[in-house]
């Protein structure tokens, strides 16, 4: 099953290793990223109580106060960890453009029982591996989140060997820039909006992710995410019940030289008829290690397509994008 030029990729072959299963995979993934840059996932294996479960307690966390929620705040800019209120950032000035804040609030967490290494606890170690934030309520937000972690993190990992394949270099090229990730979970929570949103205000403006892939859970309720098509339309992405959708961010697009498309999205309000309407999506951002350094794949240029980016150190690069969606000042709400 199909939906909106999205194909639909059963990744079980993967997971159980089968060679020629991975080829067939990797194939279908290629088609997929040098094109719309979005397929979904089935067959992943992920039980239905690991997702059930986080959503769930997020749920539960965000329908507390405010100033309950504020007792574990984002800890700095570039933290990924903690709770961000409403209107805090502008996804869409990562890309430039000058719009009112998002419409959602946030929880973020990450690795943990990390080894006491300077590259966990110094220079960008310091705002990226941040100890987690766990709320007083509810308790089981903690266990349901790190469960999640686990199982989306192995299958990026996994998605990022089929990417090799792919790309027709080592299965295991991708391990040591990856092995120790500063990859992280984000709870988006899109609130009701019995205000009309202002003009150009999203519940998440246009952007592009900015590490190797995203796996996202999301509800299918009104108000939910599009990406751009290659005919320069919006598309909704409407997976089926138990997948996951995938899209690569803007690291792949410069190790493949643009050959594989980071491809614009966004979350769009729901029609004022259904303004009621909440909305909750869970991403996992699959990132590189913050000292790798994206340069060019040796199979993405040669004659006629040479290299169109620079050699980027993926931590400088995180840095300054993440820097630029923050609002300056915290909001009120």
Not at 152 to 181: Q, V
């Amino acid at each position: 099953m199909e939906s909106s030029g999205i194909p639909q990729i059963d990744i079980a072959p993967m997971l159980a290793g089968d060679p020629v299963g991975k080829r067939r995979i990797a194939e279908r993934v290629r088609d997929a990223l040098e094109t719309i840059g979005f397929f979904t996932i089935v067959g992943h294996g992920v039980p239905d109580v690991v997702v059930r479960d986080a959503r769930d307690a997020a749920y539960e966390f965000f329908a507390q106060p405010l100033t309950e929620k504020m007792r574990i705040p984002r800890p700095s800019k570039v933290a990924t960890r903690g709770y961000d209120p409403p209107a805090n950032q502008r996804l869409a000035a990562t890309h430039g453009h000058d719009t009112p804040p998002d419409l959602q609030e946030l929880f973020g967490m990450g690795g943990f029982d990390l080894p006491d290494d300077p590259y966990y606890t110094e220079g960008y170690g310091k705002d990226f591996f941040s100890p987690n934030l766990w709320p007083e309520r509810p308790a089981r937000m903690r266990p349901a989140f790190e469960a999640y972690y686990l199982a989306l993190r192995g299958i990026g990992d996994e998605l990022m060997r089929i990417f090799a394949i792919a790309l027709g270099i080592d299965e295991h090229w991708f391990d040591d820039k990856i092995g120790r990730s500063i990859s992280y979970v984000r709870v988006n929570k899109y609130m009701a909006q019995p205000l009309a949103p202002l003009p150009g205000q999203l519940r998440a403006g246009a952007h592009t992710d900015y590490g190797t892939l995203t796996i996202l859970y999301g509800e299918d309720r009104p108000g939910g995410l599009q990406a751009f098509s290659p005919d320069g339309e919006w598309i909704d992405v409407r997976p089926p019940p138990g997948a996951f959708v995938v899209n690569i961010g803007d690291m792949m697009a410069r190790w493949t030289n643009d050959r594989w498309v980071s491809t614009l999205h966004r979350v769009v309000n729901p029609p004022r008829s259904e303004d009621r309407a909440e909305r909750l999506s869970i991403a996992f951002f699959h990132q590189p290690d913050h000292d790798a350094e994206i340069r060019c794949i040796e199979t993405c240029h040669g004659a006629g397509n040479p290299i169109r980016y620079p050699p980027v150190t993926y931590g400088d690069y995180l840095f300054e994008k993440v820097l630029s969606s923050r609002i300056a000042e915290q909001a009120t709400y």
